[in-house]
């Protein structure tokens, strides 16, 4: 087996599948550009997390990220990273039902939120702005999160420049991935923790 400049030939890919693979595995994660911002500095630990849904907040209009785990349900301030709302005992414990719902809480009360995760549900991969998000895996199951903007791809593109590796998923499985519908957060969370980036206007 011959090996490639950043790790060995996979039997059964082709030359340009290969460099693919060598072009991601030599990315390293980097800060996501401006004008994304980390919402924690470095995540909120939700143990046992089943999957996120984003909501609108009914007094600031800003966004909400709801988080199931087996431990209860969290609701967060997309933009503070404050958690506003705890259920260590929630009625709908997990997503049900055609739309993937659980039952909101603090200012969700009385609404449901659709949930996207480990039961199936998935978030929106591109925003306003030219933003988009993917999920790659060349040492799977470590998986990569990357950003690019303005059409950028990580197979023709420099790193950093028009597309970023902001996400390197080492110790849990990734749950969710993708933007909130307002385009103005970007969430991933794994079976152990939820990091958010923020941006000021969509």
């Not at 709302?85 to 939120?113: K, M, N, Q």
């Not at 197979?155 to 933007?179: I, M, P, Q, T, Y």
């Not at 103005?184 to 958010?196: E, G, W, Y």
Request: one cysteine or more; hydrophobic letters at 40%.
């Amino acid at each position: 087996m011959t090996s490639s400049s950043h790790g060995s030939a996979v039997p059964g890919l082709t030359p340009y599948q290969q460099k693919l693979r060598d072009r991601i595995l030599a990315a390293p994660q980097v800060a996501a550009p401006a004008p994304w911002r980390p919402v924690f500095d470095t995540c909120a630990a939700v143990g046992g997390l089943v999957g996120i849904g984003f909501a609108v907040d009914p007094e600031s209009g800003g966004d909400l990220v709801m988080a199931v785990s087996t431990a209860g349900h969290g609701l967060f301030d997309a933009t503070t990273g404050e958690r506003i709302a705890r259920d260590p005992d929630p009625e709908g414990e997990i997503p049900e039902g055609p739309d993937l719902t659980c039952p909101g809480l603090g200012p969700l009360a009385g609404t449901r939120v659709r949930i996207a995760g480990l039961y199936g549900g998935g978030l929106h991969s591109t925003a306003s702005g030219g933003w988009h998000v993917e999920v790659v895996g060349p040492d799977w199951p470590n998986e990569r999160v990357l950003l690019s903007a303005s059409g950028g791809m990580f197979h023709r593109d420099v790193h950093g420049e028009k597309w970023w590796h902001v996400f390197h998923s080492r110790w849990s499985e990734l749950r969710a991935v993708g933007f909130s519908p307002s385009g103005r957060t970007l969430a991933v969370a794994t079976s152990s923790d939820l990091s958010l980036w923020s941006r000021s206007e969509a």
